[in-house]
Nanobody, 126 residues
Framework: QVQLVESGGGSVEAGGSLRLSCTTS????????MAWFRQAPGKEREGVAVISGEASRQEYSSSVRGRFTISRDNDKNTVFLQMNSLEVEDTAIYYC???????????????????WGQGTHVTVSS
């Protein structure tokens, strides 16, 4: 029904950049709070960035703030994660997630996201 498909992952050297894309279908995208999560081996899943349906609110984890930028193209039902100045610690599987947004304040990295993509691998080497 609801499908989220990530792309753009790969292997880069530290200091490099990648842009992840997440295309969605089957949901009212303009009302969807979209987020990027990541999970590295031995670590808990981390909410990296979130963007509200109207794109008025963006939230980032402290570990990526200033390096990553989340954006969305509502005409294409797509959310992006621009990752700059990548560090080895950014190595993880990155997941796109979505939830129906009631109010802007409900769009948070700590909210419940019922819809998930399959993930895309990001590997950063030193």
């Amino acid at each position: 029904q609801v499908q989220l498909v990530e792309s753009g992952g790969g292997s880069v050297e530290a200091g490099g950049s990648l842009r992840l894309s997440c295309t969605t279908s089957g949901l009212t995208y303009r009302r969807a709070c979209m987020a990027w999560f990541r999970q590295a081996p031995g670590k808990e899943r981390e909410g990296v960035a979130v963007i509200s349906g109207e794109a008025s609110r963006q939230e980032y984890s402290s570990s990526v703030r200033g390096r990553f930028t989340i954006s969305r193209d509502n005409d294409k039902n797509t959310v992006f994660l621009q990752m700059n100045s990548l560090e080895v610690e950014d190595t993880a599987i990155y997941y796109c997630a979505a939830r129906i947004q009631s109010v802007v304040s409900s769009c948070s990295r700590h909210a419940d996201f019922p819809y998930w993509g399959q993930g895309t691998h990001v590997t950063v080497s030193s």
